[in-house]
């Protein structure tokens, strides 16, 4: 977590090896990955990312992507699995509909959500989420934020989220500021240190609070 413009997508774009550290090393299980293939990293990590690329052509395709041989099942799985069914079963022409050039025929939400259904049809040990800032609408947000839950399990999961409820539910927060990271641990070790996250927790909570006392 951090603030906007506070380096969280350059270092999840790192870990995705996109680019190079020119300082420093990026070790995975100890080894710098740069002595490793692209296609080491390519086949071990799935990533959604905070603008997600979509391929002009099928959602179905665009899902298989991550799996070149994937059945039907196990895209409609993978799909399930991270709340897209839904909306794509809507669609008159479901997994069938065009996404348009680059995706465009989708929204920023539909995209991530098609996007994270091509990263767990590959099953990858290490995954990457860059949740979008804008243009998700609290719905989507929602769904997204459940599925993520779901797929944590059985593997080391690199999350950038806004709502703190997912946040809090790591096994290692990592505060972010001006690149580097100034506070890190579990929710409960942040809130005793009564730092930047505390601070950061209580504003918001008081906000959430205020919203619900507001709408009553
Ligand atoms: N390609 C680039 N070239 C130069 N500077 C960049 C580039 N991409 C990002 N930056 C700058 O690096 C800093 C960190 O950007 P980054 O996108 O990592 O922030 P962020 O924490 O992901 O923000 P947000 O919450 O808005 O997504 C910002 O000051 C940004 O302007
Ligand atoms: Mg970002």
């Known amino acids: 977590m951090g603030e906007t ?8 774009n790192l870990i995705c090896r996109f680019y190079e550290p020119t300082e420093g090393q990026i070790l995975i299980d100890g ?43 196990e895209i409609e ?19 069938d509909t065009q996404v348009g050039e680059g995706g465009g025929r989708m929204s920023t ?17 290490l995954f990457v989420f860059d949740e979008a800032t804008s243009s998700v609408d609290t719905e989507t947000e929602q769904v997204i934020q459940n599925a993520i839950q779901k797929v944590l399990k059985g593997r080391t999961s690199f999350i950038i989220a806004h709502r703190l409820s997912t946040i809090r539910a790591a096994d290692r927060i990592l505060v972010i500021v001006d690149g580097k990271v100034i506070e890190e641990g579990s929710h409960k070790d942040l809130l005793r240190k009564k730092g930047y996250y505390y ?18």
């Open 5 to 12: 413009g506070s380096g969280k997508s350059t270092i999840v």
């Open 31 to 73: 080894r710098d990955y740069r002595e490793r293939s692209q296609l080491w990293l390519q086949s071990n990590l799935g990533y959604v990312l905070q603008s997600p690329h979509l391929f002009s052509g099928t959602i179905r395709d665009n899902i298989r992507y991550g799996k070149l041989d994937a059945s039907m099942e």
């Open 77 to 95: 799985a993978a799909a399930r699995l991270v709340n897209a069914h839904d909306f794509i079963s809507k669609l008159e022409k479901g997994y």
């Open 109 to 125: 939400g539909q995209k991530q959500l098609i996007s994270f259904a091509r990263a767990i049809v590959a099953d990858p040990k």
């Open 199 to 216: 601070r950061l927790y209580t504003n918001q909570f008081l906000e959430e609070e205020g919203a619900r006392l507001l709408n009553k």
